[in-house]
T-cell receptor, first 114, second 116 residues
Framework: AQSVTQLDSHVSVSEGTPVLLRCNYSSSYSPSLFWYVQHPNKGLQLLLKYTSAATLVKGINGFEAEFKKSETSFHLTKPSAHMSDAAEYFCVVSSPGGGNKLTFGTGTQLKVEL | ETGVTQSPTHLIKTRGQQVTLRCSSQSGHNTVSWYQQALGQGPQFIFQYYREEENGRGNFPPRFSGLQFPNYSSELNVNALELDDSALYLC???????????????FGPGTRLTVL
């Protein structure tokens, strides 16, 4: 069984300040973890993924995430928020033998204010 | 390279009717997965097709069915529509069926289904 918990349903930051979106996972196997972003009326876009290589993963648009097995966490960060970052973010887990089935968290809505 | 496309973009149906949603996978991808995203929720896995065979199914009733064609495009069919079927239906393609769980899935823009 696999699951993810996104600890904040809404996060609000000022433009130029750091972003932290929190995610904890549960998996019976060595998981692969992903962050996807969904802008209004758009499909899901992959930001980054972890697949058991380096624990610090860099993604697009300045985002990165760190896999911490001891804490079962995969938090998403960005040093400086931009207005265009405002969107819904999903933490996602996939496990070996699961047919590449993705299990999504409930999402975190990021708001960026001037 | 063409990404994942879905049709139609929006659809309105009444309770009890049947609906067919369509998806064209990204070039070179042989695996298609379907997800249902209810308002304010994360997407939920419906099923996956690999080379025209169902390759996994989520917790959805049999009235949700699918097909994959030789060109790897896919259809999602829903019979006896219920009000709770109102959602955004997302299709995703990947280059392999992903037994390792590491493959990236590339999503289309979705079909917004409203059941009245």
């Amino acid at each position: 069984a696999q699951s993810v918990t996104q600890l904040d349903s809404h996060v609000s930051v000022s433009e130029g300040t750091p972003v932290l979106l929190r995610c904890n996972y549960s998996s019976s196997y060595s998981p692969s973890l992903f962050w996807y972003v969904q802008h209004p009326n758009k499909g899901l876009q992959l930001l980054l993924k972890y697949t058991s290589a380096a624990t610090l993963v860099k993604g697009i648009n300045g985002f990165e995430a760190e896999f911490k097995k001891s804490e079962t966490s995969f938090h998403l960060t960005k040093p400086s928020a931009h207005m265009s970052d405002a969107a819904e973010y999903f933490c996602v887990v996939s496990s070996p033998g699961g047919g590449n089935k993705l299990t999504f968290g409930t999402g975190t809505q990021l708001k960026v204010e001037l | 390279e063409t990404g994942v496309t879905q049709s139609p973009t929006h659809l309105i149906k009444t309770r009890g009717q049947q609906v067919t949603l369509r998806c064209s996978s990204q070039s070179g991808h042989n695996t298609v997965s379907w997800y249902q995203q209810a308002l304010g929720q994360g997407p939920q896995f419906i099923f996956q097709y690999y080379r025209e065979e169902e390759n996994g199914r989520g917790n959805f009733p049999p009235r949700f069915s699918g097909l994959q064609f030789p060109n790897y495009s896919s259809e999602l069919n829903v019979n006896a529509l219920e009000l709770d079927d109102s959602a955004l239906y997302l299709c995703a393609s990947s280059p392999n069926r992903g037994t390792s769980g590491t493959d990236t899935q590339y999503f289309g823009p979705g079909t917004r289904l409203t059941v009245l």
